[in-house]
């Protein structure tokens, strides 16, 4: 009889070592290499894309662009299906059931209610989405996998937004919070999400040091399940040096760096063997913006005069090659474009004529154009620009700062940076997220918003466009208000890039989507080394 136990458990561990040998077979680690630190992982704070990538790995959206049908459109993921009632003014929205938090709890209604009021409440990162269209009080469960919306207007851009509402778990929130303003719901959990998360995404954060690395870890209850060589942990480095970003890539330490390289380095690595290189048109902007608000920008000859000394064509064939000139801020490719918007061009004697009308002498004005660090586009755009305005007398000084910190400068009007070279993603595929977003006053305090530009004529035409059902009348709105736009010269609008990507070519399933941070969701990936 011991004889046959001491066999039998004998079997069972050998069996059990089998199990777990075969489990660490499956684990595969993916390491990401990308320019700028991660600035926040809560997802009532996110913005920019390095912030995306940590929530969209971390958290569900209600919306998911439909990615694999190659779309930006906004499709079922949380919420599995919807209807529309009440003149486009009610939503309702039918959630998915056995969707599990990482704590275990089943995702309900209240948590979709509460994630949005959340948003609402702490008036930070995308929160101007729903500004004058929806309260508190509006978004409502009726029943536990049912949640109701009734908008103070119809919103064209409703369902697109909703790509950009992440689902937070309400009960770790409020168990977390810390005082606040209201005795039931404290801080929203702010300080507690500062450092943690509560979210029910494909994985689970393990670590995070803001300035290096955010390590996470494939979470095994997730609703849409696991197959064989997907990415179960992540090492997400932020690395500041375009040359050391190559080398960890071409030495096999990193699987894929960012898309922030100049097109000469990714023609490089296209070339090397076991590198892939994806090429995509964008729907991106890049532009060069001008604090509207800051004396003598302040003033439209200025600004016109900066324009018109910049020379786009040697910035279009040098830095962002195969790239078209950006004509306004909506991307080319982006529908609701405003094909009546004619691209800047140089004319450095039209320049001097618009800084003598404004009374400005040359060597009077001297601005500090802001660019993320280790962001070599940018650093080339800024020596070019340097160039170019020093031919009109104005002086530009070059400031590489770390990328958190202009975010955090552009949050005030008293620390608005000057002139910054800004590259903007479509945050949601609709032509709001370039003008509203950008343009509309109750916009202001992001990256987006440095311009701090008010028009109240194109504040009025993007509110009318926001409330129009109908397609073609709506986007007519949204031209209107780019023609004027681009006539009060906030930004000098460059380039639509391409974009471009490098991974190794054991890498499977990166596709690229359009909409910001969306391309590099660890979940998609495989890995399928020979």
């Not at 992540?234 to 890539?249: F, G, H, N, Q």
């Not at 991106?284 to 800051?294: S, V």
């Not at 009308?357 to 009077?364: F, N, R, V």
Request: charged content about 20%; aromatic content about 10%; overall charge neutral.
């Amino acid at each position: 009889m011991w004889t046959s136990t001491r066999w039998l458990l004998g079997l069972a561990l050998v069996l059990g070592l089998a199990a777990a040998a075969a489990a660490q077979a499956q684990d595969v680690t993916f390491t990401y290499i990308e320019g700028q630190a991660v600035t926040v992982i809560d997802p009532a704070k996110h913005t920019d894309e390095s912030a995306h990538h940590a929530v969209i790995n971390l958290y569900d959206p209600l919306l998911y662009p439909k990615v694999a049908e190659g779309s930006m459109e906004p499709g079922p993921h949380v919420a599995e299906s919807w209807r529309v009632t009440d003149g486009a003014k009610t939503y309702t929205f039918q959630l998915r059931k056995g969707i599990k938090f990482h704590d275990g709890k089943e995702l309900s209604a209240d948590d979709v209610v509460f994630s949005l009021q959340r948003m609402l409440a702490l008036k930070k990162g995308v929160s101007w989405l729903w500004n004058g269209v929806l309260t508190a009080e509006q978004v409502r469960a009726a029943g536990s996998h049912t949640v109701v919306f009734t908008l103070s207007q119809p919103y064209a851009p409703f369902l697109a937004t909703l790509t950009q509402l992440f689902v937070v778990n309400k009960d770790q929130v409020l168990a977390n919070r810390k005082p606040g303003p209201s005795k039931d719901v404290g801080d929203y959990g702010e300080a507690y999400l500062a450092d943690h998360e509560a979210g029910s995404g494909p994985y689970t954060m393990e670590s995070w040091d803001r300035a290096t690395t955010l390590a996470m870890k494939a979470f095994p209850g997730y609703w849409r399940g696991w197959k064989p060589n997907q990415v179960t942990r992540v090492v997400y480095r932020t690395v500041a040096e375009e040359a050391t970003m190559k080398t960890l890539l071409l030495s096999g330490q990193a699987d894929m760096i960012d898309q922030w390289r100049l097109p000469t380095t990714y023609a490089e690595l296209a070339k090397t063997p076991g590198i892939a290189v994806d090429e995509k048109p964008s729907a991106q902007l890049y532009h060069i913006q001008l604090n509207t608000q800051k004396p003598p920008l302040t003033d439209i000859r200025v600004r016109k005069a900066m324009a018109l000394a910049f020379d786009y064509k040697t910035a279009i064939e040098q830095v962002f090659k195969g790239a078209p000139q950006a004509r306004g801020p909506v991307p080319n490719r982006v529908y609701g474009h405003s094909e009546s918007v004619q691209p800047y061009a140089q004319d450095v004697e039209q320049a001097k004529r618009e800084l003598a009308a404004a009374g400005i002498k040359p060597g009077q004005l001297a601005f500090d154009y802001y660019f993320p660090s280790g962001n070599e586009p940018g650093r080339q755009i800024g020596l070019l620009f340097q160039a170019n305005l020093s031919v009109i007398g104005i002086k530009l000084n070059l400031k590489e700062t770390p990328w958190a910190q202009i975010v955090q400068a552009a949050a005030a009007a008293e620390t608005n940076p000057d002139v910054a070279s800004i590259f903007d993603t479509l945050k949601y595929p609709h032509p709001d997220s370039h003008t509203y977003g950008m343009y509309h006053p109750s916009a202001w305090g992001s990256f987006r918003t440095i311009s701090r530009y008010k028009n109240d004529e194109v504040a009025k035409l993007l509110e009318q466009a926001r409330a129009t059902v109908e397609r073609d009348a709506q986007l007519l709105l949204y031209k209107r208000a780019q023609d004027l736009i681009v006539k009060d010269y906030p930004s000098l609008f460059v380039a639509n890039p391409v974009h471009r990507i490098a991974f190794r070519d054991h890498v499977k399933g990166y596709r690229y989507v359009g909409a910001l941070g969306y391309d590099v969701a660890f979940y998609d990936f495989t890995v399928e080394k020979k």
